[in-house]
């Protein structure tokens, strides 16, 4: 059973376009997050979620908003794609507390053409 | 603000010659380290937490111990299996401070 999953695993489009990514969690956590990984491998935190609301929004640009519909879920849509937003993107989830191991996806290779 | 780094970038093993990665932090308190491992394609797979200094844990051919300052990641006799990224982070209010990762490859 997958933990976290995420969908689509890739995703290549032209700048401009609108394009979601979706994540689901099957651990029964509370909190959900989404990582970016750029081309040199680094993580860094985008959005944090706590029973569905927004925690941390960690100066990402308005063209992305993240969306929790329950607990288990959190998408993430990115408007008005540009060239530097070609990344991976992963999902993870934890219990509460803010410092407790996160689980991550396999993340979604977003490529804009 | 947190930070966190990590040294080799890249470490080139013998199977069964054993090292060490480091993970130094700066941190205003120090609520605890993670170790992960992260295949090509793959998300982060949590490996250990540790919390305060002078602890330590063991999983197979990894053993994390951390000090004030730094944690280590020994790698015991390794195996072409245990070629992978190996990722520290710290956690602060709803978010991990990563380092950027040590490449570890290991030869038959």
């Known amino acids: 059973d997958t933990a976290v999953s995420q969908t689509p695993k890739y995703l290549v489009t032209q700048m401009g376009n609108d394009k979601s990514i979706k994540c689901e969690q099957n651990?029964?956590?509370?909190?959900m997050y989404w990582y970016k990984q750029d081309s040199k491998k680094f993580l860094k935190i985008m959005f944090s979620?706590?029973?569905?609301?927004?925690?941390i929004n960690e100066t990402v640009p308005n063209r992305f908003s993240p969306k929790s519909p329950d607990k288990a879920h959190l998408n993430l849509h990115i408007n008005s794609l540009e060239l530097g937003d070609s990344a991976v993107y992963f999902c993870?989830?934890?219990?509460?507390?803010?410092?407790?191991?996160?689980?991550f996806g396999d993340g979604t290779r977003l490529s804009i053409l | 603000e947190d930070q966190v780094t990590q040294s080799p970038e890249a470490l080139r093993l013998q199977e069964g010659e054993s090292s060490s990665l480091n993970c130094s932090y700066t941190?205003?308190?120090?609520?605890?380290l993670f170790w992960y491992r992260q295949d090509p394609g793959k998300g982060p797979e949590f490996l250990f937490t540790?919390?305060?200094a002078g602890e330590e844990k063991e999983k197979e051919r990894l053993k994390a111990t951390l000090t004030k300052k730094e944690s280590f990641l020994h790698i015991t006799a390794p195996k072409p299996e245990d070629s992978a990224t190996y990722l520290c982070?710290?956690?602060?209010?709803?978010?991990?401070?990563f380092g950027a990762g040590t490449t570890v490859t290991v030869r038959a």
């Open positions: 993870a989830s934890s219990q509460p507390g803010g410092d407790s191991p996160q689980h």
């Open positions: 651990l029964g956590h509370d909190t």
């Open positions: 979620y706590n029973n569905k609301e927004l925690i």
């Open positions: 941190v205003s308190g120090l609520r605890g």
């Open positions: 540790l919390y305060s």
């Open positions: 982070a710290v956690p602060n209010d709803y978010k991990l401070s």
